[in-house]
Each structure stands twice: as C-alpha cells, then as structure tokens.
C-alpha cells in the first residue's frame, strides 16, 4: 500500500507570496493532518480534516488554512508568506478516529527569502 | 498548555547496546502515547504506541513503557544499530484529532 504523498517536496518563495502544498492520504484514510515542524518550535498542529471538514485547528494566524476534497486529498495554503514560515510542514493520515494512528508523509520543505 | 517533553536532546550509544530514550508528559487526561522515528529528509515513522490502560508494550527490538504514576514514558531499543541513528519523538493523543509532540532525541551509534 502506497504510503502519504506531499507535493512539492521543495519550495522556495519570496515574503508576501502565497503557497499551497498538497497530500494524498494512505488509502482508504479519511483523516488528514497538517504539522509544521522547525528547529525552535519542533512540531506543531496545524489543523485536522475528515469528511472535508475541519475538526481541530492549531494555535495558527488566519493565513494558515486547509481543506479537503471528496477524495480526501488535502491541501494547505499560506498568504502573505513571512520569514518565519519557513519549515518542514508534514501531513499525516489516519483511518478516522482520533484514536487511529497516524502516518506521516516525507513533507515539503518550504523557504522563505 | 500541557507538552510532552524528552528528558535529554541527544543520546549517544555503542552499537549492540540497549538504548533507553524517555518522556515525561504532563497532561494526565492522555489517552494514547507513540513513538515516533525521524530520519534525515523524511517524515516521522510510526514505531509503537501505547494506551493509557497498559503499562508495557513489546514490539520488534522496542519496548514501550509507560509509568502513569509519574507521567513518565520511555522507549527501549535492543541490540542498537547503526539504522537507529535519528530524532525519536514522543506524541500524546488525547482524543481531540491532533497529536503533541515532544522536542525530539537525536540518537547516534557508536560503531
């Protein structure tokens, strides 16, 4: 079974643009996941999608958002890109339930200029 | 807010030795405590976890062990290999979608 897949892996912007990254859950996975994981911070919960809707949310600005299709593929996008959101950012997926263990994706390293 | 946290950053062991990587969390309503392996360029791999109604759990060359008493959480590596060299985290799940993580040990074997 094929494992979580983000794309890009690398992306390299300018502050002030905007990013939108991709992940494909395992299959049959509904539940996806984002985490943000830098050297200061480590890693940290962005937000969590089943059914295409948000059920948890991180301690994130409102550029920071999600969503998630009927196939549940997820994207995340950031605006107005700022130095500081440079970082791995990691998607997770899971069967369903908040007791379901979830499965990391490679990431997509993102750099801020 | 209540973390989980990593007792030491680093941990440096002999080949062939045991390794012991612990974790102390404080948030006494988890429900679900995993171990996670994170190697250069790659995201975290699913090691073993543990519920909060077990003390012990075995897997292929790891052992969790979990010490409700005193929030501890600790991760045993048998007969360590130079393929276990990276950061090993400690999440806790408690039930609200999202996992939290501890800072991470970096591992490194001695040859």
């Known amino acids: 079974k094929a494992g979580v897949t983000q794309t890009p892996r690398y992306l390299i912007k300018t502050r002030g643009q905007q990013v939108t990254l991709s992940c494909s859950p395992i299959?049959?996975?509904?539940?996806v996941s984002w985490y943000q994981q830098t050297p200061g911070q480590g890693l940290q919960f962005l937000f969590e999608?089943?059914?295409?809707?948000?059920?948890n949310k991180g301690n994130f600005p409102g550029r920071f958002s999600g969503r998630q299709f009927s196939n549940s593929r997820s994207e995340m996008n950031v605006s107005t890109l700022e130095l500081g959101d440079s970082a791995l950012y990691l998607c997770?997926?899971?069967?369903?339930?908040?007791?379901?263990?979830?499965?990391f994706g490679p990431g997509t390293r993102l750099t801020v200029l | 807010g209540e973390s989980v946290g990593l007792h030491l950053p680093t941990l440096s062991v002999q080949e062939g030795d045991n390794s012991i990587i612990n974790c102390a969390y404080s948030?006494?309503?988890?429900?679900?405590f995993i171990w996670y392996k994170q190697e250069s360029g790659k995201g975290p791999q699913f090691i073993i976890d543990?519920?909060?109604?077990?003390d012990k759990r075995q897997g292929q060359r790891v052992t969790v062990l979990l010490n409700k008493t005193v929030k501890h959480l600790s991760l045993q590596i048998a007969a360590t290999q130079p393929g276990d060299s990276a950061v090993y985290f400690c999440?806790?799940?408690?039930?609200?979608?999202?996992?939290?993580f501890g800072a991470g040990t970096t591992v490194t074997v001695r040859a």
């Open positions: 997770a997926s899971s069967r369903a339930t908040a007791e379901d263990t979830q499965y």
């Open positions: 299959s049959g996975h509904r539940s």
């Open positions: 999608y089943f059914s295409e809707t948000q059920r």
């Open positions: 948030n006494s309503a988890s429900d679900y």
């Open positions: 999440a806790e799940n408690m039930n609200d979608y999202k996992l939290s």
């Open positions: 543990i519920r909060s109604n077990m």
